[in-house]
């Protein structure tokens, strides 16, 4: 049947169409709302039922109430990988809003695929490298059933039910990890925005999420890396009596992720055109993003997942305070950060003057960074202090590599490489003195980590400079040479993609996946035309 289309029939549909999205909108809004409520309640409860006193001597558990906490453990575990998964919708709109237009299909293709490739290769060889027993520099297995001989972890075969004495499915651990290796993958490729070809982008990306991330990773939270076993007997220097703490990655995770992306920038070389201010103060310095409004609500999609990111990574859902206070520390230190980028932005520089908003979502993306190591160590006052200085770094960093010719559409090196080496630092600094370590059913503050500031002295410091150093030149050295050898390549599978594929009408988007991010809409009826010709329907 066919029905004329009026302007009042019309706009009645979607008049109701906007009712209908609002309700149901505000059903799983409230429905999210409802099951976050009740997380929350069991954090609350559940503790007080079975207690927290984690490694006290005398505290028994029966079978019911161990199998319980582990339960709990782990769906908190999940939630927090979730989370963290979540972050990729956050960082592939922060990207393709920073971009410009003719480079962003493809930098949104670069991170989906990487997700894609990520979770194939973490799988296949990344999480046994990582989280394997094996040695100082890289696992592979665990122990087998006579107790002496590591089997290999390969494929997730050979693996324990639970993951060392977490009590948590050792699957469980894996999709968490999963998320983080992801992130790291995902920093890469805002630094090597609009040259890169996609073919380059699956080899590096493949040297990166199957070998470097987690084989240096293992150097820090592998079961026997040697940076996490560093200050003991036995073990990498001994007599420091310290070793290398990073609670949630501001090293493992961003300083890595970081390193590698000023690597592929310095391999690469600018974008074509690229002018910098050194070069013409008029003319010269970042390019605009195409779409701001994109940029900034993905950067709030990624302060949300840092919920996760960060609380999540006690394992423990019976960790109440701990869990509190890494949620008010990873919130303090984004305030202050984005709020000190703001400033330092209109105080200094081109936009002395203007409140700018990419330092500032930079800003508070930079303190989430920094707080990622210290988050579970420091206090509020610690959390607010090392936030504000995380955007000063961020601010001074952009401008450092503009001065260097170095091209980051993203400012990725700054937020995640020099932030996440400051963050490592601060822990020596601002390590409060009043709390240890988190475990399956609570807090153990027997040892207390104290820094620099609270009277703790050198020694924590020490150690978290020996440990964010070495693998910050590890990687930066590695990757580097990956990134030259793949560039040395012939077309297509050069990292740097052929000039007329960079400079072509469409640029990126069209060479590469023949379709722009916004396609000519020249054929589409109008609603206006709708009106006019009063244009009839099929009902």
């Not at 932005?345 to 920094?370: C, E, I, Q, R």
């Not at 610690?382 to 590599?401: D, Q, R, W």
């Not at 000519?520 to 206006?528: A, G, K, R, Y």
Request: proline fraction near 4%.
């Amino acid at each position: 049947m066919k029905q004329k289309l009026t302007k009042e029939g019309l706009l009645s549909s979607v008049r109701q169409l906007t009712r209908e999205k609002w309700q149901l909108g505000a059903t799983i809004f409230a429905g999210k709302m409802i099951g976050l409520g009740l997380i929350i309640m069991a954090m609350m409860i559940l503790p007080g039922i079975f207690g927290t006193k984690a490694h006290a001597a005398a505290e028994v558990y029966t079978a019911h109430e161990t199998s319980l906490i582990n339960t709990v453990n782990t769906v908190w575990t999940l939630v927090a990988a979730f989370l963290v998964f979540g972050m990729q919708a956050g960082f592939v709109m922060l990207e393709a809003g920073f971009a410009r237009k003719r480079e962003t299909v493809n930098v949104l293709m670069e991170c989906v695929f990487d997700t894609c490739l990520c979770g194939i290769l973490f799988y296949a060889v990344g999480y046994a490298f990582m989280f394997g027993h094996g040695n100082g520099f890289i696992g592979w297995g665990g122990l087998g059933s006579d107790g002496k001989t590591i089997t290999n972890w390969f494929f997730l075969q050979n693996t324990p039910a639970t993951y060392e004495a977490t009590g948590i499915p050792l699957l469980a651990h894996w999709i968490f990890q999963y998320a983080f290796a992801d992130t790291c993958s995902t920093i890469v490729s805002g630094a090597m925005i609009g040259r890169t070809s996609f073919r380059g982008d699956i080899l590096y990306s493949i040297g990166i999420t199957g070998f470097i991330y987690p084989i240096i990773g293992h150097w820090a939270w592998g079961p026997d890396g040697f940076l996490a076993l560093m200050g003991t007997a036995g073990n990498f220097l001994p007599g420091l009596g310290q070793g290398f703490r990073d609670f949630a990655g501001s090293t493992v995770v961003h300083t890595i992720g970081g390193m590698a992306s000023l690597a592929g920038a310095i391999v690469l070389g600018p974008r074509l055109g690229r002018i910098f201010a050194r070069d013409d103060k008029a003319k010269g310095g970042l390019p605009p993003g195409h779409n701001l409004l994109v940029a900034a609500v993905g950067g709030f999609i990624l302060w949300f997942g840092w919920y996760g990111f960060n609380p999540g990574s006690t394992l423990s859902a019976m960790d109440g305070q701990g869990i509190g206070r890494v949620a008010a520390n990873t919130t303090l230190a984004a305030c202050s950060a984005g709020f000190t980028a703001m400033l330092a932005a209109l105080w200094w520089g081109p936009t002395k003057g203007k409140f700018d908003l990419a330092f500032t979502v930079n800003g508070f993306l930079a303190g989430l960074v920094a707080i990622t190591c210290p988050c579970y160590w420091v206090s509020p006052l610690g959390a607010l202090l090392l936030g504000g200085v995380a955007g000063f770094i961020v601010f001074a960093g952009v401008y450092i590599f503009e001065w260097f010719r170095i091209d980051d559409p993203v400012g990725a090196v700054s937020v995640h490489g020099l932030n996440g080496i400051w963050g490592t630092l601060s822990l020596g600094l601002f390590a409060s003195g009043q709390y240890g370590a988190t475990g399956p059913t609570g807090a153990d503050n027997s040892a207390p980590v104290t820094g620099l500031f609270y009277g703790g002295g050198t020694h924590v410091l020490a150690a978290q400079a020996i440990g964010t150093f070495t693998i910050a030149i590890a990687v930066f050295v590695v990757t580097f040479i990956m990134m030259f050898v793949i560039n040395k390549l012939p077309n297509p599978w050069r990292l740097r993609v052929e000039e007329h594929g960079e400079v072509g009408v469409g640029g990126l988007d069209v060479f590469d996946h023949g379709i722009e991010v916004y396609p000519p809409q020249d054929e589409d009826v109008s609603l206006s035309g709708l009106f006019e010709t009063g244009a009839k329907v099929t009902a």
